[in-house]
């Protein structure tokens, strides 16, 4: 789903991101709920990034100074009761307007026709988008899991944030 969204965009910099695990649902400017592995996992759109809803899990990733968020991590891994979850996230900065808009525009088709998608275009730049898209669902033996990733480009610096999440049921 691809939301062309009326409000300005609040984060402009890969380094204002936070990262907070467990808040409450926020604000959304758009949010898809998706079944996928009995769970119900909201996809949700906010002016400052992004946040997953799924399960026991609330993620968000996020300008929030103030609101008990730590600085975006590369990597970050915790347990739930029956899951255990782990997050990495990178930037990836590129050498120009045309490269960093071809990426952009590469990540929005790949996405464009998915049903387990959440796009949202902010005004300003055709490249100020934040995208989320579940990873699906894997069976491994006996584990079960749910992932996702997320995109948050940045026009003004050129920079790119991709994280990937996975939740897992513990054997």
């Excluded at 609040?10 to 907070?20: E, N, P, T």
């Excluded at 975006?72 to 782990?86: E, I, K, M, R, V």
């Excluded at 920079?159 to 996975?166: A, K």
């Amino acid at each position: 789903m691809r939301a062309v969204l009326d409000t300005p965009y609040q984060d402009a910099r890969a380094d204002g991101l936070s990262f907070a695990l467990g808040l409450p649902p926020l604000e959304a400017l758009a949010v898809l709920p998706v079944e996928r592995g009995g769970l119900t996992v909201e996809l949700r759109l906010l002016g400052a990034s992004h946040q997953v809803i799924a399960g026991p899990l609330s993620e968000t990733v996020a300008c929030l100074p103030g609101d008990g968020a730590g600085p975006l991590p590369g990597s970050a891994a915790t347990t739930l009761p029956g899951w255990s979850y782990d997050f990495t996230a990178t930037t990836a900065v590129h050498a120009g307007d045309a490269e960093f808009g071809r990426a952009v525009d590469a990540v929005c088709a790949r996405l464009a026709d998915r049903g387990d998608a959440l796009t949202g275009a902010f005004p300003g730049s055709r490249h100020a988008v934040t995208a989320l898209a579940l990873d699906g669902t894997e069976t491994d033996d006996e584990r079960a899991g749910l992932g996702w990733r997320t995109w948050h480009a940045y026009p003004q610096t050129r920079e790119i944030v991709m994280t990937r999440s996975r939740l897992v049921r513990p054997t």
